[in-house]
């Protein structure tokens, strides 16, 4: 434990500065460590950068892990209040995320290029952090298991993950016991396979997205004003959240895209993925599907 120094003087404004061993800062932040994991493994400067922003990223993946582990499990036990303000907090934090992009996102190939073989078959997509904040959002997949066959942890960790129900999945529990008329195929279906559109999901959001709509008008007719949207019910205000977390998870798939684009065009992507064309078609599948195709229903 760090020893605590004496308190200053009452009136001395100079800080504490003397300590026997770490100071409380470096015990409980591990600058130390954080700060010597970077290992460029080419000649270029700018690699750095690349490998700093990699690993900032990898910090955002572990906090989002938590608010959607966070916001899943209170959506179990029926506490709304805590499951929106963990979707709250997720959303600062995709944001803060997305921004992470920008040291890369204007790369040209020759910049990549000069540091790309250190990365050898290294690929994003063999991320296990990004992989359980995948599989939280719905997007399930058993192959994407075997790259980490080889780290048991990491592989007990994810295979975990794929067999629990994804924060959507709780959403949608969570809307039945309101009395949502969420089909029971959906309710019972097996987890640890990527989620389906439904369309009785999409009917069972589209009422109440029209509940707000009826709500607003008969607001209107009494009092001359409509109702604000954050004065609806639980699951509108559960619906919306979601909406914002989907919204900048598109977001940060469209950066990632774009990035990448730019840096090494249509070329096969490290690892051996296809790159671009993978990305591209990861991007333009929505997250939490229903919540965007009922819209057009109200």
Known sequence: MPTRPSAAPQGEETPNLDFEAATPYEEYVRAEVLTHLQRPLSDDPGELSFLVTTQVMELWFTALVHEFSTAAAALRRDDLPAALAALRRSTRELAALNASWEPLAHLTPAQFNAYRGALGDGSGFQSAMYRRLEFLLGEKSMSMLVPHRGSPRVHRELEEALHRPGVYDEAL????????????????????????????????????????????EGAAGDAGVVAAPESGRGPLRLGEALVEVAELVWRWRNDHLLATRRAMGAKTGTGGSSGVAWLEKRAAKPVFPELWTARSRV
Do not use: F, K, N, T
């Open 173 to 216: 529990a969570y809307l039945a016991r309101c009395g949502a008329p969420i089909p029971e195929e959906v309710l019972r279906r097996d987890v640890s396979e990527a989620y389906r559109p439904h369309p009785g999901v999409e009917e069972a959001w589209a009422a109440i997205y029209a509940d707000e709509r009826a709500e607003a």
